[in-house]
């Protein structure tokens, strides 16, 4: 069984589908047996075991169970309008990071950083994770975003169980092109 191809399913599944509607708003869980019957019609050998597996070697931390293993939910990245995870709140460090390609620099330095088709814009604790992030869709550039100076002029920042920060958007004068 190719635990990555079911792992990207488990993704869509939990993060993006609507239709058929697999998770509960508040909160975002999903009934690990509903997810199992799904995953089963294309990946026949998927069963609590396997994703436990997923969950346990995801290196990320992309998704969790509550206590009982009865319910399982991406921690953030949804683009399912309206899903409400609890995050936490704490005092940001001086600065946040967020990798992204060359080709969107202009955009953003014109607009800030936006969701786009997500809830959140998704932001990284250090420099290396957001280039690598960059990476992902093309000739990476990290951005620094002043934490501090974002959440005391009142905008939030949470933090998902996962240690990905969060903000519905950042404005530009938050956000300073890292020299790499």
């Known amino acids: 069984m190719n635990l990555i191809k079911v792992s990207k ?7 993006h589908c609507t239709d058929p509607l697999y998770i509960d708003l508040k909160g975002g869980w999903a009934d690990v047996n509903q997810i199992i019957t799904v995953l089963k019609s294309k990946y026949s ?3 609590l075991k396997v994703l436990e597996k997923i969950v ?10 509550n206590s009982d293993h009865t ?13 409400i995870i609890e995050m936490e709140q704490p005092d940001p460090p001086e600065l946040l990071y967020h990798g992204t390609a060359t ?6 330095l014109e607009e800030g950083l936006k969701p786009m088709t997500r809830q959140y814009v998704h932001i990284s604790a250090d420099p290396e994770t957001a280039t690598e992030i960059g990476m992902r869709h093309g000739k990476p550039v990290v951005l620094e975003i002043r934490a501090k100076e974002f959440t005391a002029d009142g905008h939030r ?7 990905v920060w969060l903000a519905k958007e950042v404005p530009i004068k938050y956000i300073s092109v ?3």
């Open 157 to 163: 920042l949470y933090r998902s169980s996962n240690g």
């Open 103 to 108: 080709r969107f620099l202009p955009t953003i």
């Open 9 to 15: 399913k488990l993704s869509y599944l939990l993060r």
């Open 71 to 83: 319910k399982i939910r991406a921690n953030q990245g949804h683009s399912i309008p309206d899903v």
């Open 45 to 47: 050998e998927t069963d």
């Open 56 to 65: 346990d070697n995801d290196e990320k931390g992309r998704y969790s169970f």
């Open 178 to 180: 890292m020299e790499m």
